[in-house]
């Protein structure tokens, strides 16, 4: 466990460094920086996301539980017995998502600093 956590006190610092550096770079520099911060920050929600499912667990699951008592303490139960098989579920999907919102929005930025307009199906592909 000692390991997960020094990755957690390595990725969250190190994201938050590279966010604070991407406006200062310049437009050319900004994707790749903004795309490093991402992974940092991924590694390190990924990290702490035991922790984190943990404590949600309790909240949502008791939502759940009260919504549906037959499906939702069972729910909250898995969550908090075993936050680490839940994140172990939820890290990949993560991952997906931030890395597809980041790629997404570094061709739009970099779009927007060049003055390029895409409509139709180009605006769909880089």
């Given at each position: 466990m000692a390991l997960r956590n020094g990755d957690a006190r390595a990725g969250m610092p190190s994201g938050g460094v590279l966010l604070w550096l991407v406006p200062q770079v310049?437009?050319?520099?900004?994707?790749?920086?903004?795309?490093?911060?991402?992974?940092?920050?991924?590694?390190?929600?990924s990290a702490?996301?035991?922790?984190?499912?943990?404590?949600?667990?309790?909240?949502?699951g008791a939502l759940a539980a009260r919504l549906d008592p037959g499906a939702g303490m069972p729910?909250?139960?898995?969550?908090?017995?075993?936050?680490?098989?839940a994140m172990a579920v939820a890290s990949p999907v993560m991952l997906t998502v931030a890395?597809?919102?980041?790629?997404?929005?570094?061709?739009?930025?970099?779009?927007?600093?060049?003055?390029?307009?895409?409509?139709?199906?180009?605006?769909?592909?880089?």
């Open positions: 310049t437009s050319k520099n900004a994707p790749p920086t903004a795309l490093g911060a991402t992974m940092a920050l991924c590694v390190g929600a702490l996301g035991p922790v984190a499912v943990r404590g949600m667990g309790w909240l949502l729910a909250r139960s898995s969550l908090v017995a075993q936050p680490r098989r890395l597809a919102c980041t790629f997404l929005f570094a061709v739009a930025t970099s779009d927007a600093v060049a003055g390029v307009t895409r409509t139709g199906p180009s605006a769909w592909a880089a």
